[in-house]
């Protein structure tokens, strides 16, 4: 998992509460078991018409937005289903950091196992920060995790809590395989001991 530890880019608004893991990421694209190629999946019901051409209203589709690396978003942002699909296609759109008043637990949770940052904030500074992203392609906000820092356009600055732990694995790029990995040595000893031990096993 790549390292979180500054991020600067545009934010998309995305003015909607109660944004479950379906409108993420729909149902017919969980037949791959791959993180890779999901982004063309992200909001499909929202970006696409029927005919398959791009909705040009919805907020990822219009020009600013298409690189955007943020996501500003209404409360209670990935509830629904616990589909893990929903953090790999936003990752692979692009999108490194959410921003909401509140998460769904399991997606919250599944953000960090997946190098996505999910912040919580007021409705105030949500607010702002809406109005921030409202500037279009100008809409570039700076996240810095160590000092649990948002800062938007006009210099202006949030600051956000976080559990130490998981600040941890993202600063420093541990998925549960790299935490375990942390203790390869002590297990290699275990295993050996294990064998000399027990030869028959």
């Avoid at 791959?34 to 907020?59: A, C, H, I, M, W």
């Avoid at 008043?101 to 500074?125: A, H, M, W």
Wanted: glycine share 8%; net charge negative; proline share 4%.
């Amino acid at each position: 998992m790549d390292k979180f530890t500054t991020l600067s880019g545009v934010a998309a608004p995305l003015k909607i509460i109660n944004v479950d893991t379906d409108m993420i990421i729909p149902k017919q694209y969980l037949k791959t078991i791959k993180r890779t190629g999901l982004g063309k999946g992200l909001f499909s019901e929202q970006r696409y018409n029927d005919d398959g051409s791009e909705n040009p209203d919805f907020v990822l589709n219009k020009p600013a937005y298409r690189q955007a690396k943020i996501l500003v978003a209404g409360d209670n942002f990935g509830c629904g289903s616990s589909r893990e699909h929903a953090p790999w296609a936003l990752a692979d759109f692009g999108i490194k950091c959410v921003i909401s008043t509140s998460f769904g637990d399991i997606f919250y949770n599944n953000c960090f196992k997946n190098g996505i940052l999910p912040i919580r904030v007021s409705q105030d500074e949500l607010d702002k920060l809406f109005d921030d992203a409202d500037r279009g392609a100008n809409a570039t906000l700076s996240i810095d995790l160590e000092k649990q820092e948002i800062r938007g356009p006009d210099g202006g600055c949030i600051t956000f809590e976080i559990d130490p732990f998981r600040k941890h694995c993202l600063f420093n790029g541990l998925d549960d395989i790299g935490l375990t990995l942390e203790k390869k040595t002590s297990i290699n000893t275990y295993e050996a001991k294990a064998k000399e031990s027990r030869p028959w096993l």
